[in-house]
């Protein structure tokens, strides 16, 4: 089985702070995908990864960086925490197989902005 | 962009049928139908998709329209455990992932 791991299933932290959110996955998944998910919208795509070290923007990536220096990990960094990213946050992962892929997902970490 | 449009929520009975609709007439020939599916605290995961033709597998089956226009998430038998949060989504071909939309998606309620 796929198995998709987030560093953290809750966080606290202050406006202002450095936040890293770490997603694992154990499948040599080409792609990985940070999204938030906020009642009434849904989840939203913040940025994909489709190789190590690439990156692209999803809808909504202001105030977010990734980083992805291994295969296997995929790091979302809020450079300066805002409580409007307060927010439950979920990492996804999978094959390249363009338009039939399954993407699986990891528990999520809820984060509290303060 | 092709969305989908879904009830917010419905009800079943444990172990009677469930037929979940879809919406989503602006599809394109390419786009593949997704179904996931969110349980309470967790994140989504995969339930089935299909291109033209319906699909079963052993979760549930695909139903879709001719047309292509609507589809239905069929659980053949449902338990306390389907009671989850089903997603519909169009997923084009090609890498550009801002197209996986989740939508609101439906909201079910399985009763004892």
């Known amino acids: 089985d796929v198995k998709v791991t987030q560093s953290s299933r809750y966080l606290v932290k202050r406006t202002g702070e450095k936040v890293f959110l770490e997603c694992v996955q154990d499948?040599?998944?080409?792609?990985m995908f940070w999204y938030r998910q906020d009642p009434g919208l849904g989840l939203r795509l913040i940025y994909f990864?489709?190789?190590?070290?690439?990156?692209e923007k999803g809808d909504i990536p202001e105030g977010y960086s990734v980083s992805r220096e291994k295969k296997e990990r995929f790091s979302l960094i809020l450079e300066s925490a805002s409580t409007n990213q307060t927010s439950m946050y979920l990492c996804?992962?999978?094959?390249?197989?363009?338009?039939?892929?399954?993407?699986?997902f990891g528990p999520g970490t809820r984060l509290l902005v303060l | 962009d092709a969305k989908t449009t879904q009830p917010n929520s419905m009800e079943s009975n444990e172990e009677e049928p469930v037929h979940l609709p879809c919406n989503h007439s602006?599809?394109?020939?390419?786009?593949?139908i997704h179904w996931y599916r969110q349980l309470p605290s967790q994140g989504p995961e995969y339930v089935i998709h299909?291109?033209?033709s319906n699909v079963n597998n052993r979760m549930a089956s695909l139903a879709i329209a001719e047309d292509r226009k609507s589809s239905t998430l069929i659980l053949h038998r449902a338990t306390l455990r389907d009671a989850a949060v089903y997603y519909c989504?169009?997923?084009?071909?090609?890498?550009?992932?801002?197209?996986?939309?989740f939508g609101s998606g439906t909201k079910l309620n399985v009763k004892p």
């Open positions: 996804a992962s999978s094959l390249p197989t363009a338009g039939r892929e399954t993407q699986y």
């Open positions: 499948m040599d998944h080409e792609n």
């Open positions: 990864s489709y190789d190590v070290k690439m990156k």
């Open positions: 602006t599809i394109s020939g390419t786009d593949y």
């Open positions: 299909g291109l033209t």
């Open positions: 989504i169009l997923r084009a071909p090609g890498y550009n992932f801002n197209k996986f939309y």
